[in-house]
């Protein structure tokens, strides 16, 4: 996958979860019990926040060439050498 499509992808990937965060989150906030909101958000909210967080950064790598020149296993670089050790 060619990285702006891997970009497209991830920043869809990333939507759907902060739709599943706010719809989570909507939902939650309007219960009364105070106790099952932040167990709640303990155990999933947070995680999909993290999600998140941890999408927008490979996001960030991306764009910003962090992974240009990785090849994939069994790929060769240009001047004979494999990918993590010697060809």
């Known amino acids: 996958m060619q990285s702006k499509q891997t970009v497209d992808y991830l920043n869809e990937f990333k939507s759907k979860l902060q739709d599943m965060f706010d719809e989570f989150d909507h939902t939650m906030s309007s219960s009364e019990n105070d106790v099952l909101y932040h167990e709640a958000y303990n ?36 001047d004979g050498e494999e990918y993590g050790g010697e060809a």
């Open 43 to 78: 155990e999933v909210g947070e995680l999909l926040e993290t999600a998140i967080g941890n999408v927008d950064a490979l996001i960030s790598d991306l764009d910003d060439g962090k992974y240009d020149g990785y090849v994939g296993a069994g790929e060769f670089y240009i």
